[in-house]
């Protein structure tokens, strides 16, 4: 038995030398597996650290430009803000002066031109479109009277100084008056005909030279107005006054759409004591306009206007009235001699007749 267990326990040499064999490569492998990935991860981290400095200046490179550099890009031009100064009341009523004479009423044009100066006397852009108006219409003695101001009023070495000081040294040229000896395509052109203040031309007697309309402020009527109306006779015209008509025309707009004539109180007078024409000056015709105030709604209020238009013998009328122009007609030996209305589509609504019968 004891040498039983003495056999099996002995080992041999060879085995324990294959054993340490054994064990050893298994070590030397197990050292190179850890050799191996302690490499690759000690090469990823270089491998990161290198590359990482590389990648900063492609960083950089996307960063976005700053706010600053859009300036460089110039954004579509807008107009300047800079607010330009609104024309004054003057400078709008001469336009509406202008407009009106190139379309040929050159008697409103002459109010505005009035109510400008109204407010700026001395405005030499509308003295000179006025004095240029008077020559349209031939009034000379009237035109040089605003030329002589301008050139008082004006700088010497101005333009306006320059045109007032021309015209009324060149005066106007006078029908025939060629210089002697000059060719005939030098001679002055013949006149044009002469024409009244509406721009019309005159009739071979009388004429129109002035309508002015002014307003009266009245604290018991809706309207008072005076209408002032020049009427002369032609040069070297011999007048029977007796053979003189004028018609005077006073309108409404009913509710600001329908026109007719004034139901308003209207009288007329002379304002130059002969007015026979005797001599040139113009006679002065005074119309005058007054709407009274229109009473509250009442049972005597309505009972009175029956009556007033009764009085009238006209029926009674719904409807705001208010002022709208006037239609003038003169004719001489029952002749229409001239026509001046305003606003001028009163001439196109009733137009004048050549006979006084119906006007």
């Known amino acids: 038995m004891r040498s039983l267990l003495s056999r099996a326990i002995q080992i041999d040499p060879s085995f324990h030398l294959g054993l340490t064999l ?41 960063v976005a430009p700053p706010p600053a550099a859009a300036v460089a890009q110039p954004r579509p031009s807008q107009p300047a803000t800079v607010a330009t100064p609104l024309p004054s009341l003057a400078e709008q009523l001469m336009r509406e002066g202008v407009q009106l004479r190139d379309r040929g009423d050159t008697t409103t044009a002459l109010q505005r031109f009035d109510e400008a100066l109204d407010s700026e006397p001395d405005n030499v852009g509308v003295l000179l479109e006025k004095a240029k108006t008077y020559d349209a219409m031939q009034l000379y003695d ?23 000081d021309q015209r009324l040294k060149l005066g106007v040229s006078s029908p025939g008056a060629a210089v002697e000896g000059a060719p005939a395509a030098n001679a002055p052109p013949a006149a044009a005909p002469p024409r009244d203040v509406a721009g019309n031309p005159e009739g071979p007697v009388m004429a129109i030279t002035e309508v002015q309309t002014s307003q009266t402020p009245d604290p018991e009527a809706e309207t008072n107005l005076a209408l002032r109306i020049g009427i002369k006779k032609q040069p070297g015209v011999a007048i029977d006054h ?19 004539l004034t139901d308003a109180d209207v009288s007329s007078e002379w304002g130059t004591q002969k007015h026979d024409w005797t001599e040139a000056n113009p006679e002065i015709l005074m119309v005058n306009y007054v709407r009274p105030k229109t009473p509250h709604p009442s049972a ?11 009085a009238k013998g006209s029926a009674p009328e719904s409807g705001r009235r208010k002022y709208l122009g006037y ?14 209305a305003e606003p001028g ?4 609504l009733y137009p004048p007749p050549e006979s006084p019968s119906t006007p």
């Open 142 to 164: 009237r035109a040089n009277e605003i030329w002589r101001k301008i050139r008082d009023i004006s700088p010497s070495d101005s333009a306006a100084y320059r045109a007032a």
């Open 327 to 340: 239609r003038i007609l003169v004719y001489y030996d029952d002749k229409l001699q001239a026509v001046q």
């Open 22 to 62: 054994v064990v050893l490569l298994a070590a030397a492998e197990i050292f190179a597996v850890i050799l191996h990935y302690a490499s690759r991860s000690s090469a990823g981290r270089i491998t990161t650290l290198q590359t990482l400095p590389a990648a900063l200046p492609r960083a950089a490179a996307t």
């Open 300 to 310: 005597s209020s309505s009972e009175a206007g029956q009556k007033s238009r009764s």
């Open 345 to 348: 589509r009163l001439l196109q």
């Open 242 to 260: 007796n053979k003189v008509k004028i018609y005077v025309f006073l309108y409404d707009t009913v509710d600001d759409n329908e026109v007719k």
